[in-house]
């Protein structure tokens, strides 16, 4: 472990005692002068300590030191890499609390069903950086882009149906995720869209909505959900194309077997090689100095008071 300095620039200080005693004058105006002695002449009790200033450049010295951070780096500490962001946007429109799918044998509606699995889908997420969205008449951001994966799997349990409006603004949504998303620096971008209708609020349609989501390279994953669905209607075939379109996956989710495959797809689908990188945390060596700078500037008081006490 070698020792290096934070602010090792302070070390420009070091001369600056010098160049201030080199700038004063050699007789101020008005001084007494006195005529040159010989050298014998100083060996009274007025004469000079050669020493007398070793002190004063010594505490001068710790003092830069201290100020310059001298660190002793630590031990390496792996952290894993991941250049994932993933955004979530729920539906959260009235129709979201339809009870036409099965879990577990029993009817449920459609919103508690989708965050059940996706809860453990995002346990099983670590290392990467996800958000939320939640959308209905409009569309907004509910959890901004995080690594805290039990913060947002609590901000998905408290989503109620309703909070946005009775509509879907679909298109809004992926607007909105993907203006986002753009502004992180990741290698892959993706947006999961989980509702059970078709865009009828918001001011971008899904295909104007979908087109920006290409353009910006984020991927769109698509479930749809209800079992009143019937296959091959609009709104079917407008999240097909959007995932189509940009690389992503549709799954029709009618039940909580195909819930779990839509989740486990996008598992496989959203893996990372995340590989690691190891950081090295430095160890502040600063007090060291400072502490031998005062108690250097303490002794010359310390001498004094023993020495009236003898």
């Not at 539906?91 to 459609?110: E, N």
């Not at 947002?152 to 949504?173: H, S």
């Not at 001011?203 to 079992?227: K, N, S």
Request: aromatic share 8%; with cysteine.
């Amino acid at each position: 472990m070698s020792l290096t300095f934070g602010w090792a620039w302070c070390f420009l200080a070091l001369p600056l005692p010098w160049l201030f005693a080199k700038g004063s004058p050699a007789h101020p105006a008005g001084a007494l002068r006195l005529p040159r002695l010989p050298a014998h002449a100083g060996s009274g009790p007025g004469k000079a300590v050669p020493h007398a200033r070793w002190p004063g450049r010594l505490l001068w010295l710790l003092l830069v030191t201290a100020a310059a951070r001298p660190q002793l780096p630590g031990q390496a500490i792996a952290q894993p890499l991941s250049g994932h962001s993933l955004m979530l946007a729920f539906d959260i429109s009235a129709s979201m609390g339809t009870r036409d799918l099965l879990f577990s044998g029993q009817p449920i509606d459609r919103l508690s069903a989708a965050r059940i699995l996706a809860d453990g889908f995002l346990e099983r997420s670590g290392g990467n950086r996800a958000g939320l969205i939640v959308f209905g008449s409009q569309a907004f951001l509910h959890t901004p882009l995080t690594p805290d994966m039990n913060a947002l799997r609590n901000a998905l349990a408290t989503a109620e149906i309703g909070l946005a409006g009775k509509e879907t603004a679909l298109g809004d949504a992926i607007g909105l995720a993907t203006r986002h998303l753009r502004a992180q620096a990741s290698t892959r971008r993706s947006l999961v869209i989980v509702t059970d209708g078709a865009n009828n609020s918001g001011q971008l349609t899904p295909q104007q909505a979908t087109w920006l989501a290409r353009r910006e390279g984020v991927r769109i994953h698509a479930l749809h959900l209800g079992d009143s669905l019937r296959p091959g209607e609009r709104e079917e075939q407008t999240l097909r194309d959007m995932a189509e379109q940009t690389g992503g996956r549709y799954r029709r989710a009618v039940d909580s077997r195909s819930l779990a495959g839509f989740w486990q797809e996008l598992a496989e689908a959203e893996a990372t090689d995340q590989g690691q990188r190891f950081v090295y945390p430095r160890h502040e060596l600063y007090h060291w100095p400072l502490a031998l700078a005062l108690l250097l500037a303490l002794l010359p008081t310390i001498w004094r008071d023993r020495g009236r006490h003898t």
